[in-house]
């Protein structure tokens, strides 16, 4: 998938939880399109946005539409699977500005649940 690839620029090795795929409806036989972006890294993890468009390829009065998306967190890791740190990721214009500042709070929400903190910690 477009994800593992944009990862793999980043780690020898990844793995990476996928949270909260949306599938809001049943697809037919269709041309389906994924993209990938990164929205946030932290020290030794990395997350991607993966969106599957799904444009119709019978009826062609149809328009194209969001299918499924889903956001991947990589963590970067050695042979010896210990965590490695990744380079960050510079958002230059507005939006990447905003998706960082929305991938850094799923971040701290995921790292919260982790530690059984009910709030994110800033």
């Given at each position: 998938?477009?994800?593992?690839?944009?990862?793999?620029?980043?780690?020898?090795?990844?793995?990476?939880?996928?949270?909260?795929?949306?599938?809001?409806?049943?697809?037919?036989?269709?041309?389906?399109?994924?993209?990938?972006?990164?929205?946030?890294t932290s020290n030794k993890s990395m997350e991607t946005e993966v969106?599957?468009?799904?444009?119709?390829?019978?009826?062609?009065?149809?328009?194209?539409?969001?299918?499924?998306?889903?956001?991947?967190?990589?963590?970067?890791?050695?042979?010896?699977?210990?965590?490695?740190?990744?380079?960050?990721?510079?958002?230059?214009?507005?939006?990447?500005?905003?998706r960082f500042e929305e991938g850094k709070g799923r971040y701290l929400?995921?790292?919260?649940?982790?530690?059984g903190q009910a709030e994110p910690q800033p």
């Open positions: 998938m477009d994800a593992s690839l944009s990862a793999a620029f980043y780690a020898e090795e990844s793995k990476a939880p996928v949270r909260g795929v949306s599938v809001p409806e049943p697809w037919s036989l269709e041309q389906i399109i994924v993209t990938t972006s990164k929205t946030f969106l599957v468009d799904a444009e119709p390829v019978v009826d062609s009065s149809q328009q194209r539409y969001r299918a499924a998306s889903a956001f991947f967190t990589y963590v970067s890791l050695s042979q010896e699977g210990k965590s490695l740190p990744v380079p960050q990721l510079v958002p230059e214009t507005e939006d990447e500005k905003k929400k995921m790292k919260a649940k982790q530690q």
